[in-house]
């Protein structure tokens, strides 16, 4: 397993990219939750529901696509 560092730095210029958006974007939804939201499970509820969101997101994103041989 490759480590984050290394995939972001090996990686193809737009994976890259959008692993680093998806990162920004998580961190900006998990201030605005704690900035909006004084109840403090609730404030956990949103913050494991962002994570779980970017992790789903990356995970869709960066799936290996199944590339089938024919046979001759």
């Known amino acids: 397993m490759k480590s984050l560092i290394a995939f972001i730095i090996n990686g193809r210029r737009n994976e890259a990219l959008g692993l680093l958006a998806i990162g ?21 509820c949103a913050n494991a529901f962002v994570i779980v969101a970017g992790i789903a997101v990356t995970a869709i994103l960066f799936r290996r696509r199944r590339v089938e041989r024919k046979c001759k």
Do not use: Q, T
């Not at 920004?24 to 403090?40: T, W």
């Open 24 to 44: 920004g974007i998580v961190l900006i939804c998990s201030h605005i939750a704690e900035r909006e939201i004084a109840d403090r499970a609730k404030l956990e």
